[in-house]
Nanobody
Framework: QVQLVESGGGLVQAGGSLRLSCAASGRTSSSYVMGWFRQAPGKERDFVAAISRGGIGIDYADSVKGRFTISRDNAKNTVYLQMNSLKPEDTAVYYC??????????????????WGQGTQVTVSS
């Protein structure tokens, strides 16, 4: 089991930046593939980015490539999502997810075993 807690969301103007954090803890010391997903009102939960256990393998949705950067600090059990050049269409609740078995490249939200509660990101025009 792993518990995930997101933080760092907020309200920003278009073109601005935010950094989301996901702190992991739990009853296991296993390493996990970590992903970020987002869900806008009335829409499905969509893949944003994922990072491998060692931090080398990385996958981004086309909509965020070149603007968002996922990273992890395993010593701190924390994963980050640096979001730059934000657009109004980035507005959503952002969720951190973890799985002990998945490889980077699997993008379905249903494939991840553990989820945080989400943090709201709102980008105004």
């Amino acid at each position: 089991q792993v518990q995930l807690v997101e933080s760092g969301g907020g309200l920003v103007q278009a073109g601005g930046s935010l950094r989301l954090s996901c702190a992991a803890s739990g009853r296991t010391s296993s390493s996990y593939v970590m992903g970020w997903f987002r869900q806008a009102p009335g829409k499905e939960r969509d893949f944003v980015a994922a990072i491998s256990r060692g931090g080398i393998g990385i996958d981004y949705a086309d909509s965020v490539k070149g603007r968002f950067t996922i990273s992890r600090d395993n010593a701190k059990n924390t994963v980050y999502l640096q979001m730059n050049s934000l657009k109004p269409e980035d507005t959503a609740v952002y969720y951190c997810a973890a799985d002990p078995l998945l490889r980077v490249g699997v993008r379905g939200s249903g494939e991840y075993a553990y989820w945080g509660q989400g943090t709201q990101v709102t980008v105004s025009s």
